[in-house]
């Protein structure tokens, strides 16, 4: 995780729903020496108080330069401190975050027409996010689902909506249609709950209201 093997740079966020937080920011990761080089010089505005990166002698012991029209993208000292707090317990966190999905898995079974995100059996995920899939699911039942399990109680939510749908990408010409499966995803997934204090009843509550709220809106379509 965080290797570069397959990309030049990784990048995590610690926004607070994620695995771990620094309550905001992120950080970039890269073992190409000139990337870490530049990345750290953008995030302060472009300035570099190395004198071996001067173009010119310098001023004094207060001298700097500022060679590219960077960024403020400094983390604090205490949102920092509170990520590498984390870090000491992203292992547990992670151990935590598979149980609960197993969990899931074994609850959702033999449940007819709702299916878990498949997952490779030679990798472990994080599970920032636990996903399930509806079947000949529409856009008012998808929407009916998600509306119905917060009414009752359970927070659903959908992640993610394909970013060319958004006003910015369709004043560039992207339209609806563009990737298909894409949004038959889209239309068909549902976030649950997932975090480490969910307690067995809370996700066998979870599991069977959204069953039978599936079966509500499924036989009502057939009938």
């Given at each position: 995780?965080?290797?570069c ?24 990761l890269t ?41 403020n ?63 000949n ?8 689902m ?20 958004q006003?910015?990408y ?32 809370q ?17 009502s379509?057939?009938?």
């Amino acid at each position: 995780m965080g290797c570069c093997e397959y990309s030049d740079i990784c990048v995590f966020s610690f926004h607070p729903v994620k695995i771990i937080t620094s309550a905001e920011g992120g950080a970039a990761l890269t073992n190409d020496q000139t990337l870490a080089n530049t990345m750290a010089k953008l995030r302060s505005h472009g300035i570099t108080g190395n004198s071996d990166e001067f173009n010119e002698p310098s001023h004094g012991v207060w001298y700097y330069q500022q060679q590219d029209l960077g960024f403020n993208y400094r983390m604090t000292d205490l949102h920092a401190s509170l990520g590498i707090a984390q870090l000491t317990k992203v292992d547990a966190f992670v151990k935590r975050r598979n149980n609960l999905a197993n969990t899931y898995d074994t609850l959702f079974a033999d449940s007819i027409g709702i299916t878990p995100l498949a997952r490779s059996e030679s990798s472990m995920s994080a599970y920032h996010l636990y996903v399930i899939r509806l079947e000949n699911c529409t856009p008012d039942q998808h929407n009916f689902m998600v509306s119905a399990l917060r009414e009752k109680g359970v927070f659903a939510h959908v992640h993610y909506i394909p970013i060319y749908l958004q006003p910015y990408y369709q004043n560039l010409g992207f339209e609806a249609g563009y990737c298909a499966e894409a949004e038959s995803y889209y239309y068909s997934a549902i976030t649950l709950p997932l975090y480490p204090t969910l307690t067995l009843t809370q996700q066998e509550y979870i599991v069977s209201t959204t069953e039978a709220l599936y079966l509500e809106c499924t036989s009502s379509d057939e009938s």
